[in-house]
């Protein structure tokens, strides 16, 4: 898989430029803005690594976290997602023309996890997080049809969207569902934890909705992979107020932990950090050091792909997949 199978590089740049439009828009002054510790451990112990459209960077002393210490209140950050351009432009422009490409690509290989693990249909109750326009749920219920499936989504035009797909829908953020306790056998939740402003609220809800013994999928950045480490504030993933959570294998794991789950699968099965890279290298000129030029113009595909697989094998891909238990009961 190449980038660029799953998203349009232009149509990614205007999408970033109009965030930082949007930023001076809706936050022009101090009070927009709060100071937080460590989402992982808590902790206030922290190095400074950059600072990005205004929003501070840091890499947490003890569980490495990277984090936005400076980040938006949670009322201003509701606002931004309902109100501004950037996210009406990255619905319609960004993700819509691509719905098929990523469904094949991100989506069907997902179901495909889940049923490798699983197994047959469990007739289980499933809620996904974020749902969006429901891809997630349709491969899974391909797969799996005697399930029953919850597409909790808070925004009001994805959620329509999902109605059409004859699930049932709530329209409200995850912490905001209500009815559900004790209720779920799977929650999944996708590149959602980055987000959030305070991702240890977000579990200790997702823990309420399961089941005893239910389980949690999710997928976010991991802060210590490769192209995040490499591009620095150059990272388009690095993308404030959007991408403020950037954990780690050991770090989420701390704080699933402390959330009340068990881990049972924590991997970064990436396939594009190089890839990355390499057009960030060629394409805009950036300089990540004179190795990692010579690679990008003088590396054979073969070397490169063996860069890739050693990179995602070995926990150092910015993508990281975690599957996780509640803890039984007593």
């Known amino acids: 898989m190449r980038e660029k199978d799953i998203r349009n590089a232009d149509v990614l740049n205007r999408y970033l430029e109009l965030v930082q439009e949007d930023c001076r828009k809706f936050f022009n002054d101090k009070k927009s803005f709060t100071v937080v510790n460590c989402p992982a451990c808590d902790s206030i112990a922290h190095t400074f690594e950059y600072n990005k459209n205004g929003f501070d960077y840091v890499t947490c002393n003890n569980c490495r976290t990277l984090f936005a210490r400076t980040r938006l209140t949670f009322e201003c950050l509701k606002q931004f997602y309902y109100q501004s351009a950037s996210t009406e432009y990255w619905v319609k422009e960004f993700f819509t023309p691509m719905v098929e490409a990523r469904r094949e690509k991100i989506f069907t290989p997902r179901a495909e996890y889940l049923v490798s ?56 953020t995850c912490e905001e569902l209500k009815g559900h306790d004790d209720c779920f056998d799977l929650l999944t939740a996708f590149e959602l934890l980055e987000h959030l402003f305070e991702p240890l609220s977000f579990l200790e809800k997702t823990s309420s909705l399961l089941k005893p013994g239910g389980y949690l999928f999710l997928t976010t950045l991991n802060g210590e992979g490769f192209d995040i480490l490499t591009l620095r504030d150059k990272s ?95």
């Open 117 to 172: 693990y699983f197994g047959k249909d469990q007739g289980w109750q499933i809620g996904d997080i974020g749902a969006g326009f429901g891809l997630f749920l349709e491969e899974l219920r391909k797969l799996w049809p005697a399930s029953n499936y919850v597409a909790i989504e808070p925004s009001m035009d994805q959620a329509k969207i999902c109605e059409k797909l004859s699930v049932q829908v709530e329209c409200c």
């Open 236 to 330: 388009k993933s690095v993308s404030p107020p959007h991408h403020l959570n950037f954990f780690n294998p050991a770090s989420l794991e701390l704080l699933l932990k402390k959330t009340g789950f068990d881990i049972i699968d924590i991997s970064t099965p990436g396939k594009l950090d190089w890839d990355i890279v390499e057009g960030m290298i060629i394409n805009e000129k950036v300089n990540v050091g004179s190795f990692w030029k010579l690679f990008a113009e003088q590396g054979t595909p073969d070397a490169k792909k063996d860069l890739q697989n050693w990179i995602s094998q070995h926990g150092f891909s910015s993508h990281m997949r975690i599957l996780a238990r509640k803890k039984d009961e007593g």
